[in-house]
């Protein structure tokens, strides 16, 4: 039997696979497709999911593949302004940039970690039935179909990452609320002459919507992104790419934008329709949705990818600490009560992004076509700001993002330093720890729960494989601070008070069960 069975090899659904198995589950991933989706869509990573992903050990070759000092140019009529998105005023993270690569790679690199913990992707597989099974409901039966037939397997969750279109919602019977949009997306692999800087994001402000240009394309050296009104009949699902887009209507879209460029060969096109949604909810029973299975919105700030992996980090380790346990609900609602309001807000952001962005109102289309260009000659002052430039992807980022009203987040005796609130994201910092400087994100990079112990904390006894335990010298004081495996705060307190930390451990599942050392001991 499988602990979790992950429906959807995605970058959710392979983040949810390792983040679950890293803290000791047992994990069967499949995913309907016979091969991996091809192009990539997604081309950006912000620095929130690279924290978040550091834990696994992935993120140095996710850098390595990326460009880390992205640099974009602004044509705004017959001017440039150039942008740098690397060294920005981000002090308390070790990824001050945004990272540019290709969703492609994101996910041979999850799928590589999951291998090298002997889980492979199961292609060619669809789950086609889920029912609840067990002494009170508490495994499920999945019904899987393949080209080798029908098979029955049982697992404790099903963590449903299969897109817009997902089954394990249909299954669910949760509500799937929202609207289209108007606007379509256009996406070409293309060969380009021109006076265009080469490795550069190339953004082109036109009346008709924006034009972006990334030297990130796949068997071409420019991946050209566009939005236009829909066009004809729907030849795909939503979110999925349609049929080729003709050569002259590329072009087209380029002129309209003021970019000097004409195509030389298109490699690849297609039309995506979008939409903006949210699931009712993201879990039924056992039955648990994240990334595009739980939302979808346009592409405007770089953030389907990023949100589902930052689910997905939030997801596994709760799916994996509550597999041995037989009271979790806690535990198990406090995903979705953490997460669907992240995407109420992201559904909000990109919206009002993507309506400045592709809409052909008559407002947004002035400002695009005739402001912007207007105002070129004030952006290079605007641009030096460094300041503003931090704070807008600290937004996009979701570096800002808590968990307050979390029932994981817990206040024990009063503590000494009152800044640092359950629920926040442990901010990273230089600390003293065992004689040796370090960042506190080092600290905490593997999985489990950390344990930061200030300068005079009493020493707690044992706590189990599943927790580590730092003393934090350079801060003085009695407090503890518990930080979550997904890089939040979940306990602080002053005077460390046995019985609450442990209460604590108890509630997220951190604690060993009765009889035992703990499912996922054998992890750490």
Same mark, same amino acid.
Request: proline share 7%; hydrophobic share 40%.
């Given at each position: ?274 939409? /903006?949604? @949210?699931? =009712?909810?993201? &879990?039924?029973?056992?039955?648990? +949705? #994240?990334?595009? $299975? %739980? ?65 052909? /109102?008559? @407002?947004? =289309?002035?400002? &695009?076509?005739?402001?912007?260009? +207007? #105002?070129?000659? $004030? %952006? ?145």
């Amino acid at each position: 039997m499988t602990d979790v069975l992950v429906v959807g090899a995605g970058p959710a659904g392979l983040t949810t696979a390792l983040q679950a198995v890293a803290h000791g589950a047992s994990v069967r991933v499949v995913e309907r497709r016979p091969d991996a989706f091809r192009p990539s869509r997604a081309l950006i990573v912000h620095p929130r999911t690279l924290e978040c992903l550091r834990p696994l050990g992935v993120t140095g070759e996710l850098l390595d593949r990326g460009d880390i000092a992205p640099r974009a140019e602004l044509h705004l009529g017959h001017r440039r302004v150039s942008v740098e998105l690397s060294g920005l005023d981000l002090p308390d993270t070790a990824f001050p940039h945004l990272t540019l690569v290709r969703q492609a790679d994101v996910e041979e690199v999850l799928a590589q970690a999951l291998a090298r913990r002997g889980v492979t992707i199961e292609r060619g597989v669809e789950l086609t039935d889920a029912a609840f099974t067990g002494y009170g409901g508490g495994l499920v039966r999945a019904t899987l179909r393949s080209a080798a037939g029908i098979e029955d397997t049982t697992c404790r969750f099903v963590a449903g990452c299969d897109g817009p279109d997902s089954t394990v919602r249909r299954l669910a019977g949760i509500g799937w609320r929202g609207a289209s949009y108007r606007q379509e997306v256009v996406l070409a692999d293309v060969e380009l002459t021109g006076d265009l800087s080469p490795g550069v994001v190339h953004v082109a402000a036109g009346r008709n919507g924006l034009l972006f240009v990334f030297s990130l394309g796949e068997g071409a050296t420019w991946r050209l992104l566009a939005t236009r009104p829909v066009r004809g009949a729907p030849d795909a699902a939503f979110g999925q790419p349609g049929g080729d887009v003709p050569t002259p209507e590329l072009q087209r879209l380029i002129a309209d934008s003021g970019l000097a460029a004409t195509i030389a060969e298109v490699r690849w096109s297609a039309k995506v329709r979008l939409q /903006h949604r @949210l699931a =009712a909810a993201y &879990r039924y029973g056992r039955l648990f +949705l #994240a990334g595009d $299975a %739980a939302h979808t919105h346009s592409p405007a700030g770089g953030q389907g990818m990023n949100t589902g992996i930052q689910d997905a980090v939030n997801l596994g380790w709760k799916l994996a600490y509550a597999a041995d346990r037989e009271r979790c609900s806690e535990l198990l609602d406090s995903y979705g009560r953490e997460r669907r309001p992240v995407a109420r807000k992201v559904l909000a952001m990109t919206h009002l992004i993507f309506f400045a962005e592709a809409s052909t /109102h008559p @407002l947004p =289309a002035f400002l &695009r076509g005739t402001l912007a260009p +207007l #105002a070129a000659p $004030a %952006a290079p002052l605007l641009m030096r700001q460094r300041r503003l430039l931090a704070e807008g992807v600290r937004t996009l980022s979701q570096l800002r993002v808590n968990y307050h009203g979390s029932p994981l987040s817990q206040v024990g005796t009063a503590p000494a330093d009152r800044q640092l609130q359950p629920g926040d994201r442990l901010p990273d910092a230089t600390v003293t720890c065992d004689g040796r400087t370090v960042r506190l994100h080092e600290l905490t990079a593997s999985p489990g729960i950390h344990l930061l112990l200030s300068r005079d904390t009493e020493q707690p006894d044992p706590l189990g494989p599943r927790v580590h335990v730092h003393r934090l010298t350079s801060r003085p004081g009695g407090d503890l601070v518990a930080v979550r495996p997904d890089g939040y705060v979940g306990l602080h307190s002053g005077p460390a008070d046995p019985v609450v930390l442990r209460s604590w451990l108890d509630l997220v599942g951190a604690s060993p069960p009765c009889g035992g050392t703990g499912h996922g001991a054998s992890s750490y």
